[in-house]
């Protein structure tokens, strides 16, 4: 008796926490889905003040284009306004944040982890004062001499910004990945032949690889959706996807094409979506790894 209940009860909470999930995941996923559907129709329909309902049917997309779907707004946005080469910008600087923020943060990360003095305390501390600090405080720091030096607007200013932003949180990352490996694997390969930095490359970073691509994903992301730094930084031909879809708004003086927008933010979307189910199953390993001790 006791068991049919205990099965009842466990099969009820697998529905309500399948329900939770189903509903958690409608919710989260709607704003994406309605922006890709509404990327293929034309202002009037996906911004309708009279009928919602138009961005579902199309009704002036269809008067405008013939049909109920369009792809003006991709077209316009990548052909007519070069939104591919804000593309190319980007990724150029998401991939030297990233290394350049990666490399220091494994070796400094190491050296912190490993190191028994308490400057290291220190040092972290400092580092995460940095980290707290507002992004625009520190873009403000950089603006003289970069205009002295005649550097503003080019991409490796925007680059050197976003590493000295990232740097800290992906030293206190690493530095708490590297606390979890035990400093037996060290001593074992030092036993073995190897130097303290073979031990480091051949031994703890193949162990904490799923480490290190958890704190890539997140420098990436970093680089990836900042705004405030690449629109100061940067001139108007070198900026990143983020200031360029804000560019397609317009201001008050200047009108701009919403549809242009909406199709730049599905683009500059999707790939994230991508990347994460690539490396879905090494996020996971190294989120729970962070938390276990070795």
């Known amino acids: 008796m006791s068991s049919t209940i205990a099965n009842r009860s466990s099969r009820s909470l697998i529905v309500i926490s399948s329900a939770f999930v189903l509903l958690w995941v409608i919710v989260a996923s709607f704003p994406f889905l309605w922006t ?44 007519q306004e070069e939104f591919w080469r804000a593309a190319i910008n980007t990724f150029i600087i998401v991939f030297f944040t990233v290394i350049i923020s990666l490399t220091f943060g494994t070796l400094g990360g190491y050296a912190l982890a490993r190191s028994g003095h308490n400057y290291s305390f220190w040092l972290l501390m400092i580092a995460l004062v940095f980290r707290a600090m507002p992004h625009i405080t520190l873009v403000s720091g950089y603006l003289l001499p970069f205009f002295e030096w005649n550097l503003w607007g080019h991409i490796p200013t925007a680059i050197i910004v976003l590493v000295a932003i990232n740097q800290p949180f992906t030293l206190w990352m690493l530095h708490s990945f590297f606390l979890n490996i035990p400093k037996d694997l060290d001593e074992s390969a030092k036993v073995d032949g190897c130097n303290q930095f073979q031990a480091f490359r051949h031994v703890i970073i193949p162990v904490m690889w799923p480490g290190v691509i958890t704190t890539g994903l997140f420098s990436f992301l970093l680089a990836y959706n900042d705004f405030s730094v690449t629109s100061m930084l940067l001139s108007e031909e070198n900026r990143t996807m983020v200031p360029a879809i804000y560019g397609f708004l317009g201001s008050t003086q200047e009108e701009g094409n919403v549809m242009f927008a909406v199709a730049s933010v599905v683009s500059a979307t999707a790939p994230l979506f991508v990347l994460v189910m690539f490396f879905q199953r090494q996020i996971v390993s190294g989120l729970t790894a962070g938390a276990v001790k070795g």
């Open 36 to 79: 890709l559907w509404g990327s293929f129709k034309v202002q009037g329909d996906f911004f309708s003040k009279a009928d919602w309902t138009q961005a579902l049917t199309g009704t002036r997309t269809l008067i405008e284009t013939g049909g109920t779907f369009t792809g003006k707004g991709y077209e316009g946005a990548w052909v």
